[in-house]
Each structure stands twice: as C-alpha cells, then as structure tokens.
C-alpha cells in the first residue's frame, strides 16, 4: 500500500508531539493499525527505518499493535473477528459486514 | 528522564483535514463529487468520455484527472464535453491525496453541476485517502476475473457504487457479469451495481441517469 505515505505522517506526528514537549530524544512510537487498513506492518517498519536517519527518533523503537475487525451476523446473532478476505459468519456462512479494523493512529510516544 | 506522551492522533488526519475543508466548500456550492476508482486498464477514462459525450448538453461538468504522468486523460475528457478539466501529475504517488485535489480546484470555475475526478489507477492505496468526495465509485472489467472484489476489498468496502465495465466480452472470457455481481456484495452488500460496456454502450443510459440524479449528501 502507500506506507511511505503513511510513515511519513507518522513521523510528523510524532516529531511535532515532541517539539511540543520541549523532548530531545524519541525513544518508543506506539501505532494502532486496524487489519482491514491494508497497511502491512514490515513494510511501516521497512520505510519508519529509513525516514528516521538523522532526526530525533533515530534510535526509536516501533511498536505496531494490530487490531482486528469485529462483525456481527444477524442470522445467528453472534459476534466473531473478520480476517481480512472472509466476509462471512463462521456459523451459518451469512455475509456480513465488518465494523473497525481500519483504525490508523499514534498512540503515544516514549520522549527524553 | 523518559516519559510517555499520549497521542491518539490519525495518522492521515491532515489529507482528512483538506478533505472536510474541500466538502465544507463544495456543500456551499452545491457541487456534487464522484471518485472514481479502478485497477490501470479498467476503463475509466473511455467511461468518462461516453458518460460526458451523454451527459454534457445537459449537465457542466467538471474533471480531475490523475496520473502519474502523461496529460493524455485531460486532452481525451476534454474533447469528449468537460466544461472544466485539470490533469494532476502525481510523478510516481499510486494515488491522489486530498491536498492535490485542493490545489486543482483553485482553477475551478463556479456552477459545475458535476465534479468527477478519476483517480490513478490502482486498487488498493486510492482507498485509504478521502478526497472530499460525496461518492466513490469503484469500477472492474470482466477481464479481470471473478476474484478481484474478495483479494481487493477495501475498495469495495468503502464504495458507494460498482461499475463493471466491459460485459460485451463476456462470451470470450471465464466471467459471467452476474457471478462477478455477486462476489462484489458478497464484500459489501450496499453496492449499487451498474452492468455496461462503455465501447458498445450497453447499460450507460442507466449509470448516466444515477450520476444525473445524486443530490448532495446531508451536511456532516
């Protein structure tokens, strides 16, 4: 997906949360990335790595928690976690409708 | 001394920033925006060519175009009846972001009656960025087979209506525009579905009379 895109504003986030706390060292960068956002977590890290030469973040950890999309089947009224390709109640295989998984935000920053 | 700073902070919140300054202008004006999304190759800008060729005696229509490069799009929706096109060039970005639509509509002309942009042609990152559209469009072809809504289902997810262009080929590949129909609501069942081939015609008069009837959604 567009994870260079994404990286990008994370490190803005987190590089104008720092400036504002008067921090001089990012230390830890905690993102909450839902399973239906298309964003894969190696390639965040892949494209975080390069984008943190040379600013305050350089020796920060990424931390990246994925959260998983929840549907509810009203044929059988239950509720389960949806991957990412199987729309369907695990139950009676009635189509249902995702809700979450597409969450895309820093949590919060370690700073010195 | 380390510390935590609690952020909770989207990640893309500032495209979404410009996106809700785009919609707050555009409800002003009461200008309708369609996005219209696809795999390269689909057909979207023969769609719009047909659709403006159809539409543009009654209707002003504006256009964005993107693409990684070339002004060909522009130069083709243009002579097919836009009223007002710009060509972005993102120079390699796979999508379009909410601040390049913003700058585009800097030239834009009051008393469009619609705007459609095209986005660049890609399945998967056009998704994840609101343009301030009202409507996204996600458009297929019956070439690029029956699995495409279920391995691509973010922009299915997040459509309003499917296109599926090309159905005058049916009979030379493994692909029946109904089973095609069906997997693309089995991802997301309020799919408004709309069956054409935008070379012969076949189904554009009821995807010209969608378009011509979408009213502004309620304020946000």
């Known amino acids: ?112 | 001394m380390s510390r935590t700073i609690h952020i909770e902070k989207k990640i893309l919140e500032k495209n979404d920033v410009v996106a809700a300054r785009i919609r707050q202008r555009l409800y002003a004006e009461n200008l309708v925006v369609v996005n219209i999304m696809s795999s390269p190759g689909a057909g979207k800008t023969t769609l719009l060519e047909e659709t403006l060729k159809r539409m543009s005696p009654k209707k002003t229509i504006g256009v964005i175009e993107g693409d990684i490069a070339t002004d060909n799009d522009a130069r083709r929706v243009e002579k097919a009846g836009a009223a007002w096109v710009v060509q972005i060039n993102t120079g390699g970005a796979c999508h379009l972001e909410a601040g390049m639509v913003e700058k585009a509509m800097e030239t834009m002309p009051t008393g469009l009656g619609l705007l459609i942009i095209e986005n660049v042609g890609n399945l998967v990152c056009p998704s994840g960025f609101d343009l301030g559209d009202d409507y996204k469009v996600v458009m297929a072809s019956l070439t690029e087979g029956l699995d495409k809504p279920k391995k691509y289902p973010g922009m299915y997810r997040k459509s309003h209506a499917l296109v599926l262009n090309k159905i005058d080929l049916a009979p030379h590949v493994n692909v029946r525009p109904e089973d095609f129909t069906r997997e693309a609501l089995e991802v997301n069942p309020a799919l408004k579905v709309f069956t054409l081939s935008a070379v012969s015609g076949a189904g554009l008069a009821q995807w010209c009379d969608w378009l011509t009837q979408l009213k502004k959604p309620a304020h946000a």
């Open chain 1, 1 to 112: 997906m567009h994870e260079l895109s994404v990286a990008q504003s994370m490190m803005s986030v987190a590089l104008e949360n720092a400036a504002a706390n008067n921090a001089v060292k990012i230390s830890r960068i905690e993102l909450v990335v839902g399973g239906l956002s298309g964003v894969t977590p190696d390639s965040l890290l892949f494209c975080f790595q390069a984008l943190r030469e040379g600013t305050i973040a350089e020796n920060a950890e990424l931390v990246i928690t994925v959260t998983a999309a929840i549907a509810h089947c009203a044929v059988c009224n239950s509720d389960f976690e949806v991957g990412m390709y199987d729309f369907f109640c695990p139950r009676c295989q009635n189509p249902v409708i995702p809700k979450g998984g597409d969450e895309l935000f820093v949590k919060d920053i370690d700073i010195e």
